[in-house]
């Protein structure tokens, strides 16, 4: 059996978030098909349905959790669960319709986009999923004299030295599935992964547990993507690490109900380099990918 890290990435628009973020969530094999089934009954709970059921073909970080999702949750107390969803059914079906929901219905709406960010992170968690992911400045370029435009970035590259290190720990191989995007830009990604894995000799020796051939899918057709997206997003938003640059302003709200989770989730092991032990976490900042 293998790990699989389902890939994403925020940010890359260069509009409202501060950081561009790329990484995913891993999870094994044998979790895999319990954690799909655990969201599926997850939406089901919280909305009263399916969202695919009134046009909405995923659920993402920027939608689940964008600050209308908090106002309106926080117009009234916490309905009971019944309520919730009898009001957020209503809601959708109202937006689908071109009707405008009520006051009662957008409250619940929002309660159940919490509810279900929140109930997301605690089935991560109970699958042993894992999270690593790499930032870099928003809109960062490279510089005018960069001429290394087929190797891998630097972010990608300590992200699947992270990944590699925690298959080492756990004996298992891991492979690559990623959200596809547009097909030449994911063509060139593939070249510089390639790259990577077949000249870099630290990228051969990692193929001895990652598999570099990447597998593209859907998002809006894979849960998992759905579900990496979200994390992405709250790293984003909330996740800041200032002893290394990574000082941003910070989403209150997701660091409040998010942050602990993405906390728990990420890597933690022992990484190795010229002889020396360096204990190191999945999620990093990196000022500089063009840099040496």
């Known amino acids: 059996m ?3 890290l389902f890939m994403d990435e925020s940010g890359h628009d260069h509009r409202t978030m501060w950081y561009e973020v790329h990484g995913g969530i891993a999870i094994h094999a044998s979790r895999l098909w319990p954690f799909v089934q655990g969201i599926r009954a997850l939406e089901a709970s919280a909305f009263g349905g399916s969202l695919q059921q009134f046009g909405r073909r995923e659920f993402k970080g920027c939608k689940l959790l964008d600050k209308d999702k908090f106002k309106w949750a926080n117009q009234s107390a916490p309905m009971q669960d019944g309520e919730r969803r009898r009001h957020a ?10 009707q ?9 709406y929002g309660q159940a986009c919490l509810a279900m960010a929140g109930g997301l992170f605690e089935l991560l968690r109970s699958n042993r999923a894992v999270l690593f992911a790499g930032a870099i400045p928003r ?5 005018a004299d960069y001429n290394s435009t ?3 970035r630097r972010d990608h590259v300590r992200l699947f030295e992270r990944f590699f290190y925690f298959l080492e720990g756990e004996k298992d191989h891991g492979l690559l599935v990623v959200d596809e995007t547009e097909k030449s830009h994911d063509r ?13 000799q630290n990228g051969r020796l990692r193929t001895q547990w990652v598999v570099p051939t990447p597998l593209f899918v859907s998002s809006e057709m894979a849960e998992p993507i759905q579900a990496a997206d979200v994390c992405i997003y709250c790293v984003n938003c909330a996740f800041r690490l200032p002893k290394s640059g990574m000082n941003a302003p910070v989403w209150q709200d997701i660091a409040d109900n998010f942050c602990p989770w993405l906390f728990q989730l ?6 190795y380099k010229d002889g020396q032990v360096y204990h190191e976490y999945g999620v990093f900042y990196v000022p500089d990918p063009y840099a040496p």
């Not at 990420?266 to 990484?271: A, K, L, M, P």
């Open 100 to 108: 405008k929901p009520t006051r009662d219905q957008f409250t619940a």
């Open 89 to 98: 059914l209503a809601f959708l079906a109202r937006t689908a319709g071109g």
């Open 2 to 4: 293998s790990w699989l």
């Open 139 to 143: 809109g960062v370029r490279p510089p």
């Open 150 to 152: 087929e190797i891998l």
């Open 266 to 271: 990420q890597f933690s092991g022992d990484c």
């Open 188 to 200: 060139k990604w593939v070249r510089r992964l390639e790259k990577y894995f077949t000249y870099n």
